[in-house]
């Protein structure tokens, strides 16, 4: 007989590994003056659902994702005229590339949050996603 598998997450062998080995490097930064149709036509062309918002200085502010560019359209506000700040999540969380994948899938969850922005000394390293994780596992 086969032993039984846990269907404890906690069991998963990586969960203290760092999220740096999770994380995308690949990051594309939306500046905050850039409009809800400019960051729209970027997400839409690069496939992304959400990217992290910069100010001029590069310094992380917020991030923006397609559920909440549903909202500002629910909204009916003009994506013309507002300028991505205007409506994106500030204060996003924010991890080092150090912290443990467990750690950092806690956060998430208790948040209730998909995504998460890599950093280090305030330069942002990668993003993760709750994809991400579901990718670990295929």
């Known amino acids: 007989r086969e032993a039984a598998r846990s ?3 906690g069991d ?13 490097v690949r990051t594309e930064t939306l500046s905050a003056d ?10 839409t062309q690069l496939g992304l659902s959400w990217a992290p918002v910069i100010d ?4 992380l502010i917020g ?3 397609k559920t909440d560019l549903v909202r ?3 909204d009916k506000r ?15 969380i924010t991890v080092s590339p150090e912290t443990p994948i467990a750690s950092v899938a806690r956060s998430m969850v208790d948040s ?18 709750a994809l991400d994780f579901v990718r670990t596992f295929l």
Not at 56 to 59: A, E, I, R, S
């Open 56 to 59: 001029d200085g590069g310094v």
């Open 78 to 92: 003009d994506p013309v005229a507002t300028p991505i700040w205007r409506m994106c999540t500030y204060r996003p």
């Open 34 to 43: 850039d409009t809800v149709e400019a960051a729209e036509t970027l997400l």
């Open 112 to 129: 209730h949050v998909h995504h998460v922005v890599v950093s280090d000394r305030g330069a942002i390293r990668g993003v993760v996603s």
């Open 7 to 9: 269907s404890d997450p």
């Open 72 to 74: 500002f359209h629910l």
């Open 12 to 24: 998963c062998a990586m969960k203290n590994e760092p999220i740096s080995t999770l994380m995308q």
């Open 63 to 65: 991030v923006v994702s």
